[in-house]
């Protein structure tokens, strides 16, 4: 058991040293101005328009969930002006952005790795080198394009809806007139509020989808293998998005501050 858990880990490490190298790549080929047009559209057409509603779905009820949760604390207090802004601050700086790249990564993320893992053990990667095609620009460009520009349109549309939510939340379980809701989310947001999320966004659709282009292009075993490309995709791009998370944060937010000085 002790051998079978080092090899996996090996292994592991090993494909995750691949994503690198294939981040590095792609990088390259970016700047070479390498793009697929065609295929770009039909991902961004999957990643965005066909991820819209379960996106705005999980949106409404977080931003509901966290209404609730502050709203009776605040209220308690004398502070039920700040509801609004607080649920603003928390969904633009970490739960719209997270929770978006959480739900790409299980449904995109994961198609990523299965389809170009089923392109890898059927030999069709192979049949595009010998059609002179390079798989970094046929395969992984478009789809690290289309994550990087549709997930933070949909984080955009997920902060709006998850602001409606407790909004509406905030006015029929707790009587907050949406002026009030309104005048508090205007308070406390800031302009680097809404930039931080799309950069953080940004960040997570390129690992998302390098994660899945890489584990795909790694994938062997037939079936199995491809089976588990699609699990260990998916679980190492949420723990990618959880530890770039920490770090986008610290270097966003870190020093001394606070949103409660227009109270």
Aim: charged letters at 10%; aromatic letters at 10%; hydrophobic letters at 55%.
């Amino acid at each position: 058991m002790a051998a079978a858990s080092g090899l996996g880990l090996f292994n592991w490490s090993r494909r995750l040293f691949a994503a690198l190298l294939l981040g590095g790549q792609v990088i390259i080929h970016l700047l070479t101005g390498k793009i697929n047009v065609r295929n770009t559209l039909e991902q961004m057409s999957f990643v965005g328009p066909e991820s819209l509603i379960v996106t705005l779905i999980t949106a409404v009820f977080v931003g509901m969930v966290f209404t609730i949760q502050v709203a009776r604390e605040f209220i308690n207090f004398g502070a039920f002006t700040a509801v609004g802004g607080v649920l603003a601050i928390a969904l633009t700086r970490e739960l719209g952005p997270v929770l978006t790249a959480v739900i790409l990564a299980g449904r995109v993320g994961s198609a990523f790795a299965a389809e170009i893992g089923t392109m890898r053990v059927t030999e069709q990667i192979d049949a595009l080198y010998m059609l002179d095609t390079d798989p970094v620009d046929y395969l992984v460009i478009p789809r690290l394009l289309s994550c990087c520009l549709m997930l933070p349109a949909l984080t955009v549309l997920s902060l709006i809806t998850g602001l409606g939510g407790g909004m509406v939340v905030s006015r029929v379980l707790y009587g907050i007139s949406n002026p009030v809701f309104l005048d508090s989310v205007k308070n406390f947001m800031a302009p680097w509020d809404l930039i931080s999320a799309m950069l953080k966004a940004l960040v997570f659709g390129a690992l998302i989808s390098v994660i899945g282009c890489s584990w795909g292009l790694t994938t062997s075993g037939g079936a199995k293998g491809v089976g588990q490309s699609t699990t260990a995709s998916v679980v190492t791009s949420l723990l990618a998005i959880f530890v770039a998370n920490f770090f986008l944060s610290w270097i966003m937010f870190r020093g001394s501050g606070s949103v409660f000085k227009g109270l």
